[in-house]
């Protein structure tokens, strides 16, 4: 018994192209399985066909084969049926967490099944047993960390008593230990008999629980069913994320040569800071302090990440940069001016800041307009804005998108244009909050290595050209891909700054600041005395070719 | 920063009581205040407020700004009520001015006067105590009412299952929508966009808050599909449900449903008899 899906095809309503093309595949209770795919690859419609909402919910789409749920054909299965069999976690637990008392949520769908009382309670109090969260029954939903949510989350479908999960991107909002947590709880599961079913393109977090089965998707069709090493075969490490000495040796291996040597921007230490910050402590109104002394420069040159885990102060302490927060003690600089004599308006020359949801800024019905908005606001005359237009959209790979409407593009396509909107107004240092947030490996590669490209850190700049970059991210690869400047924000305080390859050398530094060691940092570690800084895989593939020849 | 976030268990009479019995009062208590122009008896409803209150136990701290934004506009509006002697309705026919103080201007040729009355006096001084009697009892909701128990209490004041859950889904989700409007203010501020500043005439007006309101409800809308999913997901609407959280009535809450019922009734009574109108000396 197990859940199959034969022959399966799907076109939602509307659309020409199948979301869904014949796809036939059995999940097993007991086994965890990976299901990895670029952005649009029909995952998640995959998922919505096995627990139901296909077609009982969106039910103008076109839909054919057969998705069978240990012995019994869903389509004649009521979805209050199907949800005792099929527990689903959605990709944002934000919008799957319907109560305002974490006792409640777990309530939930029992409530709905109308199961006794006592019953309820006693399933309440074993699911949170199971999942270590006792100590949060209590709790207001709304203030719950990202971890907790996705675990509140899991304990609603759990309580239901599910025989398989499907969790969709689980890992996206979560930083590494966070989402290391949680896989560990899903293998659990799996190995407590119940079929684990996990979508996700951060395709090494996942390894680590050995999944048993993996199957890889493209443009809605199953490319590879099978064990690990076969889909580390099959899937091409340009379109998903692989472990560092897998892609090493693929490159080598193929003596695929298309990886550019690598060219790194320097920082100009003789040149005044662009933004500096002088013992900053900051505190919300009465609150406490949530800052703690914070100091340090960004320079031309400056590709600086910030790191740290959930919930430790990044963004706070980076809203300072724009002036969306005064700091309640000492100063913040920008081009040397004191930032509590500026307004947001007049700081918006100098630092762009791009925030991590594209959907919270998108308005305007053309491009065009969105991306005029910020230079109109901020007084820039019109030839400039044309000009700075074209060529901020040139640089986020959307040149002809002028005249399309933002908010009917796909989620990566919004996340370029959010980025274009600020790069019009021409800053001297762009901000980034977590640039690659639900965009897939390719997607933010190319954007990534395109951002980076365009910092001159001595000659004046123009709009898409800049002389300083700074992100935050939970993703340590994505620093250490792309930073020469890692600063590790603890508990409000800077924990270190520097060099990636003088930051991260530090292993009880990682520990105390909840970061997980990853394959790229290992590699990065072995290769460091050939390579002097930290580098993608990809380069250090290249270079360790370039050096040896292929292997 | 608002409505669910305030609420914090306390161990005070107020948050002990039914919660549907303080929905009961709280109705009666707003519809009697609603028959009333008369200060004297105005008053007296300003002291049930002021006591309830003081034994819902909030401390000066958390409740600061709310009181100062609440009195702000209630001396607003009691001004306006005094300037124009107008609250909709015919309350006096004689005025006895005391005082009539005159624009040192004109506007095309008409000089703006204000005339002071004893009758305008007693209506704004009513106005004030009716408002803010209604306002400072409606405040206390916020935070003294745990967010988890409003979809139970009316679906045991009798509302149907669908629609007491919408309220308990209307709380979970004020802190977020209002989460989203601070976050896309953040945004837009970051592109330079201010608020304050003024350009165009109305419709210019209206179109400045295009960058804040489609953002916003853009999300809405993707938001609640994505809800609706994960509850048809969960089995939610398929058949009766079972509410965890049990109510149960003792006898402070008979009492003060009884309480509450008597004013009304006594209300209506005094209004039927003509006690209720409007009163200056």
Not at chain 2, 126 to 139: D, P
């Amino acid at each position: 018994m197990s859940i199959r899906v034969a022959r399966l095809s799907y076109a939602y309503r509307n659309r020409a192209e199948q979301a869904l093309t014949d796809i036939s595949a059995e999940f097993k209770p007991g086994e965890v399985t990976l299901i990895a795919g670029a952005s649009g690859c029909g995952k998640t419609t995959l998922i919505r066909c096995i627990n139901g909402l296909i077609p009982q919910s969106y039910t103008a789409g076109r839909l054919s084969g057969e998705v069978t749920l240990f012995g019994r054909n869903n389509a004649v299965m009521q979805l209050a049926e199907i949800s005792q069999v099929v527990g689903a976690v959605l990709q944002d637990p934000e919008r799957q967490i319907v109560a305002t008392e974490v006792m409640n949520e777990i309530a939930f769908g029992l409530e709905n099944l109308g199961l006794p009382r006592d019953e309820i309670r006693a399933r309440i109090i074993k699911t949170a047993e199971l999942l270590h969260i006792e100590p949060l029954l209590a709790r207001q939903t709304f203030l719950l960390s990202g971890g907790e949510k996705q675990k509140v989350a899991l304990a609603g479908v759990l309580a239901m008593r599910p025989r398989a999960i499907l969790l969709d991107e689980p890992l996206a909002s979560l930083d590494t230990a966070s989402g290391h947590e949680a896989l560990l709880l899903m293998r659990e599961l799996a190995d407590s008999g119940i079929a684990i079913v996990i979508i996700e393109h951060r395709v090494e977090d996942v390894l680590e629980i050995r999944p048993e089965h993996c199957v890889y998707m493209n443009a809605g069709r199953i490319v590879y069913d099978g064990d690990v090493p076969g889909l580390m075969q099959a899937v091409d490490w340009r379109e998903i994320k692989l472990p560092a000495p897998v892609v090493i040796r693929k490159i080598r291996s193929r003596h695929d040569q298309h990886v550019e040597p690598p060219v790194f921007a320097r920082t100009n230490s003789a040149a005044p800071p662009l933004i500096e910050f002088r013992g900053v402590g900051f505190r919300y109104e009465d609150g406490p302090e949530i800052l703690h002394d914070v100091s340090f420069a960004v320079r031309p040159g400056d590709i600086m990440a910030v790191i740290g885990p959930n919930g430790a102060g990044k963004t706070t302490l980076m809203k300072h940069a724009i002036g969306l927060n005064r700091p309640s003690r000492g100063l913040v600089l920008i081009d040397q001016q004191d930032s509590r004599q500026m307004s947001v308006a007049q700081i918006a020359r100098t630092v762009g800041y791009v925030f991590q949801s594209p959907s919270h800024m998108l308005f305007a019905p053309t491009v065009r307009e969105e991306l005029s908005f910020g230079p109109h606001n901020i007084g820039m005359d019109k030839e400039t804005i044309s000009a700075n237009l074209s060529r901020a959209l040139d640089a986020v790979n959307l040149p002809d998108s002028a005249e399309l409407a933002p908010l009917a593009m796909s989620f990566g396509q919004q996340k370029r244009i959010s980025i274009a909107s600020i790069l019009t107004m021409s800053p001297r240092v762009l901000v980034m909050d977590e640039p690659t947030a639900g965009q897939d490996y390719a997607n933010y590669t190319h954007f990534m290595d395109d951002i980076v490209s365009r910092i001159r850190a001595d000659t004046e700049t123009g709009a898409g050209y800049f002389k300083a970059l700074i992100f935050i991210t939970h993703d340590l690869d994505l620093a250490i891909a792309y930073a020469n400047r890692i600063v590790m924000v603890v508990e409000g305080q800077i924990a270190a700054d520097g060099a990636p390859h003088e930051v991260l050398r530090d292993e009880s530094l990682l520990a105390r600041s909840r970061v997980r060691s990853t394959s790229l940092l290992k590699a990065n570690l072995g290769m460091l005395d050939r390579c002097q800084r930290f580098m993608s895989a990809a380069r250090l593939a290249g270079l360790a070719t370039l050096q040896d020849g292929p292997a | 920063m608002i409505a669910a976030w305030r609420y914090k268990p306390r161990s005070t009479v107020i948050q002990r009581l039914d919660p549907r019995a303080r929905m009961i009062f709280y109705l009666c208590f707003l519809f009697s205040v609603f028959m009333f122009w008369d200060v004297r008896i105005l008053l007296l409803f300003l002291l049930v407020t002021v006591i309830t209150i003081l034994a819902a136990g909030l401390s000066w701290r958390e409740t600061r700004r709310t009181w100062l934004f609440l009195g702000g506009f209630i001396s607003f509006y009691a001004l306006v009520t005094l300037i124009t002697g107008q609250v909709g309705g015919q309350f006096y026919r004689v005025e006895h001015v005391i005082a009539a103080i005159q624009a040192p201007f004109t506007l095309l040729g008409w000089q703006p006067t204000l005339s002071i009355s004893i009758e305008r006096i007693f209506l704004a001084l009513s106005q004030l105590v009716r408002v803010a009697s209604i306002a400072a009892m409606t405040i206390l909701i916020p935070y003294t009412f745990d967010p988890a128990l409003y979809g139970i209490t009316f679906r045991r004041l009798g509302l149907p299952d669908k629609l007491a859950f919408a309220l308990d889904l209307t709380m979970r989700f004020v802190p977020s929508l209002s989460r989203d409007f601070a976050m896309t203010m953040d945004a837009q501020k970051a592109r330079g966009y201010e608020l304050e500043r003024r350009e165009g005439g109305l419709a210019g007006q209206a179109r400045k808050l295009a960058p804040l309101l489609v953002p916003v409800i853009v999300h809405s809308i993707i938001s609640a599909e994505e809800i609706t999913d994960a509850m048809d997901l969960r089995a939610f609407g398929t058949q009766p449900r079972t509410w965890l959280r049990v109510l149960k009535f003792n006898r402070l809450d008979y009492a003060v449903v009884a309480l509450g019922l008597l004013m009304l009734a006594a209300s209506a009574g005094a209004n039927l008899l003509g006690y209720a109108r409007f009163w200056a000396p």
